[in-house]
């Protein structure tokens, strides 16, 4: 027999109510797994409506109306504090920014910034993949140039965090990029490659001319991946672009995940340290440079760098784009690197002597830096037992005050 229609009705009506409220809780669900992504990232929002005027007036007054303004990305770093100061002291404005990651002890990088802020630059504690922030600072300052120094530095931990060499030296650098190919007036970019780049490369030495395909390590070919979109800004922006390839910066202020520094470190507390051999059993050999040469090159750069040619994201006509090697021109081997550490210390090295591990080093590096010369007027001018010798006086300063704030 047939059921009578409103019986039919009110099962229809209360299933619509059951598939109403299921249909709630799962968009209930939805928003709670998925909130809405702001558009920019949240820590930016909220940078930006805390900074305020007294934020600005900073950002203003460390740029100052200089003919040089530089934006200096990765100021807190090794390079980033020696470039910042060197441009601060001859008079231009200088603006740093730094996310302060804790790669290595960021207390080093609070202790870099403090020595910065005692020189009259301010640095914004912020991420170059904010793309907001950094559209905030191009807005406080016209910046006639950019030095790009920020970067997840170090070839080894790659293979241990592949992921934040992308987020930095290819994500980083994007952003980077399009905050300055949009910026009005442009400004000319110098940035940090690497020596990296010349990979399994056997012909020394290495000229701007070899080839750059056969990268060892990740860090690498992020570089050389940096390299190749620089290209592509300069071509279809008109942004003037300048590519550093460092060969092994060393020396005071420097990188703890660096070899002469953790050397130096595990002398001292009497631990093994591991001296890496070619096949060949001779030493792995590297062209370490000074920084204080390092920050000539740079500097050299960037009073070099023409004007970018395009304005608010248009190109008006062809720009510079150049790369260079800044080296030393004479390799030394980790081996005499350690004779050197111990004269210095005083103390003997316990060594052990490993083959070279296949974790993204290269067994040797060595700079032709007649380029850098010619066009740079580059000329490094330190040996590895001076420039060591500065490093080890400010360890030794550093680590015994290290609860003191020191000048440089
Ligand atoms: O020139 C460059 O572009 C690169 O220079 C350095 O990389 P690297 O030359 O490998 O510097 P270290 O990690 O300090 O190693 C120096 C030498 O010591 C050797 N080493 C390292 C670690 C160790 O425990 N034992 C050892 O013998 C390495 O094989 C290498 O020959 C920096 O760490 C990179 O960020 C930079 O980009």
């Known amino acids: 027999m047939d059921k009578p229609s409103y019986l ?49 007036n900073r950002i203003r007054h460390s740029a100052n109306s200089h003919p040089h303004r530089v934006l200096v990305t990765g100021a807190a770093g090794f390079v980033g504090l020696h470039v910042s100061l060197a441009l601060k002291r001859r008079g231009d404005g200088v603006v740093g920014i730094d996310n302060f990651n804790p790669y290595y002890e960021t207390s080093l990088k609070r202790s870099r910034a403090a020595l910065l802020d005692r020189a009259g630059v301010f640095v914004v504690e912020g991420d170059i993949n904010d793309g907001a922030l950094l559209i905030k600072l191009f807005e406080l300052v016209k910046f006639t140039h950019v030095m790009h120094l920020a970067a997840q530095a170090g070839v080894r931990y790659a293979m241990r965090n592949p992921s934040s060499y992308v987020q930095s030296n290819i994500a980083g650098l994007v952003s980077v990029l399009e905050a300055c190919k949009s910026a009005n007036p442009q400004p000319a970019v110098v940035w940090a490659s690497s020596s990296s780049v010349y990979g399994l490369n056997s012909r020394v030495p290495f000229s701007e001319k070899d080839r750059t395909d056969q990268p060892a390590s990740l860090y690498a070919a992020t570089k050389k991946a940096g390299e190749e979109i620089a290209h592509t800004y300069n ?36 631990k093994t340290i591991r001296v890496f051999e070619r096949a060949d059993q001779k030493s792995v050999a590297r062209d370490f440079t000074y920084i204080d040469d390092i920050v000539k090159g740079c500097l050299g750069a960037l009073d070099t760098a023409e004007k970018s040619t395009g304005s608010g994201g248009r190109k008006k006509g062809k ?16 081996s005499e690197l350690v004779d050197n550490l111990e004269n210095l210390l005083n103390m003997k090295a316990n060594r052990m002597v490993l083959p070279m591990p296949r974790n993204g080093d290269v067994p040797f590096t060595h700079a032709n830096i007649s380029l850098a010369q010619k066009e740079l007027g580059y000329k490094p001018t330190t040996d590895l037992k001076t420039g060591l010798k500065e490093f080890v006086d400010w360890y030794r300063l550093y680590y015994s005050n290290s609860r003191k704030k020191i000048v440089l």
Request: charged residues 15%.
């Open 319 to 334: 720009a510079q784009l150049r790369v260079f090697n800044l080296g030393n021109t004479s390799p030394v081997t980790v």
């Open 8 to 56: 039919h009705r009110s099962r229809f009506l209360s299933r619509t109510k059951l598939l109403a409220f299921w249909t709630l809780i799962f968009l209930a669900l939805l928003l709670f797994l998925f909130p809405k992504s702001p558009p920019f990232p949240a820590d930016s929002t909220r940078r930006i409506l805390q900074a305020g005027p007294l934020w600005e």
């Open 235 to 270: 071509h279809i922006y008109g942004l003037s672009i300048t590519g550093l390839r460092f060969f092994t910066v060393y020396g005071p202020w420097g990188r703890p995940d660096m070899a002469y520094f953790f050397f130096t470190k595990d002398i001292l507390k009497g």
